[in-house]
């Protein structure tokens, strides 16, 4: 799966002279937490909801309202913005795209074509992905098991699945508890959890959960 089939557009952009308050008034009207900052078209920068409430003044301030508001028409977006962006392609992996912001601890990344900004692509794009994932909204029998890290193990448990009449609606894997193993976790839907343990039991090392969700 790639960038573009996932990321959010059209993008809610901003040019760098926008007071920030004004753009923070447009973020809570559009429900965003970051902005793209355009200039003559192409990607200058990003600026966030933290960004913008950083700039303004605490409520101890001893300026009164319309000092307050003068000192804050004065400052803009470009004062604020990261200028260093960090971006992706619309044919990124979307996996890459996803470590990219958890490596650099960041919650959304541009995604632009030929330096002009097509999308956004950010940590809630994400989050649904993984809900899709593992399932979340299917109704089914949730299996957490260890299998052994050995060619063929995957088969035949899917084979196992399937002589007794599952139909897989997600499947994971991810470390193990040591490097013999792998964890799965998958959700099939059809066969009732008795016949779903019976059957995997034989061609995992263990089950660490198993659980009829109706959701």
């Given at each position: 799966m790639l960038v573009g089939e996932r990321m959010t557009h059209p993008v809610v952009t901003i040019p760098p002279e926008t007071p920030i308050t004004d753009a923070l008034k447009l973020m809570r009207q559009e429900k965003i937490r970051r902005m793209p900052v355009i200039k003559d078209g192409r990607l200058v920068g990003i600026v966030s909801d933290k960004d913008l409430l950083n700039a303004s003044p605490s409520s101890a301030t001893s300026l009164s309202v319309w000092e307050m508001n003068y000192l804050l028409s004065k400052i803009t977006v470009?004062?604020?913005m990261?200028?260093?962006?960090l971006f992706v392609t619309p044919d990124t992996p979307i996996e890459q795209a996803a470590r990219v912001m958890a490596d650099n601890k960041i919650g959304g990344l541009p995604v632009a074509q030929d330096d002009r900004v097509v999308g956004i692509i950010t940590e809630t794009d994400i989050f649904k992905l993984f809900l899709e994932l593992m399932g979340a909204?299917?109704?089914?029998?949730?299996?957490?098991?260890?299998?052994q890290e050995k060619r063929g193990e995957l088969a035949k448990l899917t084979q196992a699945i399937a002589k007794i009449g599952g139909n897989f609606v997600a499947f994971g894997q991810f470390a193990g508890e040591d490097t013999s193993n792998r964890e799965i976790t998958f959700k099939v839907s059809g066969v009732s959890e008795e016949q779903v343990q019976d059957a995997v039991q034989p061609f995992v090392e263990?089950?660490?959960d198993i659980r009829t969700c109706s959701y």
């Open positions: 470009a004062d604020v990261t200028t260093n962006v909204r299917d109704p089914g029998v949730r299996v957490v098991a260890l299998v263990k089950i660490k």
